[in-house]
């Protein structure tokens, strides 16, 4: 016997706890779980990413992590695809998708079901960009196309070059088309207090420095990823590469890496906050409540 097509999203900041939550509901609920990160999509970027480990699974399966190399570009328009693919896989198998992760273009993209351009790269025009610093860059998407810039994430350099790339194809970057998922869809977002989830990021920050992060950066340059491209993963990857560049010491490292990841977690709700589909909770029992509902309508 079939059961009703409905997927769950679960999403919230940086260090929430999402993964975990996801992993409980999908326990629950005879659920697989689908990767709404655009950094887990990458092979080797496993400690910094916070990607999910064989133990946390739980035996749950999880899709769209390590699908892609980290030396080329992942787009939204490839995660999408294939996020729609795995969706697809779990319905015939009569379980639940649950969408989960921090990316809230990526969960929109699919949600929503946006249509976005298909312009090719130009190499030339991206080589020229990238001298340029991110303030620079967002300038230059203000001035292309401000709609677009009140959206954007401005410290996002891979996502203001392709801003600017398709500003230049096409004249803006056009109003998003959308054609929304034909399933109901739940989501549930975490709520933490700012002085909570600066605790919980401190903490993780410090456990992700003793697992091996400084060493994974290290085994990601010799595979041939370049400083570079280490810079535009942001966060984690690009304070460490300056680390190992020796641009800077431990402790600025940490300290500067820690109020990064305080500002992208801010980034992160405001983005969050427009969508007033999000239910948000505290803690599993409220989202297992929320979900029993939801599964039983």
Not at 55 to 70: N, T, W
Not at 187 to 207: A, N, Q, V
Request: aromatic residues 8%; hydrophobic residues 40%.
């Amino acid at each position: 016997m079939s059961i009703a097509q409905k997927i769950i999203v679960i999403l919230g900041q940086t260090a929430s706890g999402k993964s975990g939550l996801a992993v409980k509901l999908a326990k629950k609920f005879n659920g697989e779980i689908i990767s709404a990160d655009s950094r887990q999509v990458y092979k080797g970027m496993d400690i910094g990413t916070g990607k999910i480990s064989k133990r946390e699974k739980q035996g749950i399966l999880h899709h769209l992590l390590d699908v892609a190399s980290p030396k080329r570009r992942f787009t939204v328009a490839e995660y999408k695809k294939m996020a729609l693919a795995a969706i697809n896989k779990i319905f015939k198998k009569n379980k639940i998708p649950i969408l989960c992760g921090g990316t809230g273009f990526y969960i929109q993209a699919v949600v929503d079901g946006i249509a976005i351009p298909e312009v090719k790269p130009d190499l030339l025009l991206r080589s020229g960009l990238n001298s340029l610093n991110t303030e620079a860059l967002f300038e230059k998407i203000k001035k292309l196309d401000p709609r677009r810039a009140n959206t954007i994430d401005r410290y996002n350099r891979r996502r203001l070059i392709r801003a600017i790339e398709i500003a230049k194809k096409i004249g803006v970057v056009p109003v998003l088309q959308k054609n929304p998922l034909p399933y109901p869809v739940l989501m549930i977002g975490i709520k933490k207090s700012p002085e909570e989830l600066k605790k919980l990021i401190k903490k993780r920050l410090l456990k992700r420095l003793k697992q091996g992060m400084i060493a994974e950066v290290k085994k990601l340059r010799q595979s041939g990823v370049s400083w570079k491209q280490l810079e535009e993963f942001g966060l984690e990857y690009r304070w460490l590469a300056r680390y190992l560049q020796s641009k800077l010491t431990r402790t600025v490292l940490v300290s500067l890496l820690q109020k990064d990841i305080e500002h992208f977690a801010k980034r992160q709700m405001t983005w969050f906050k427009r969508d007033n589909r999000i239910y948000w909770v505290k803690n599993y029992k409220e989202a297992k409540s929320l979900a029993q509902k939801f599964i039983n309508k």
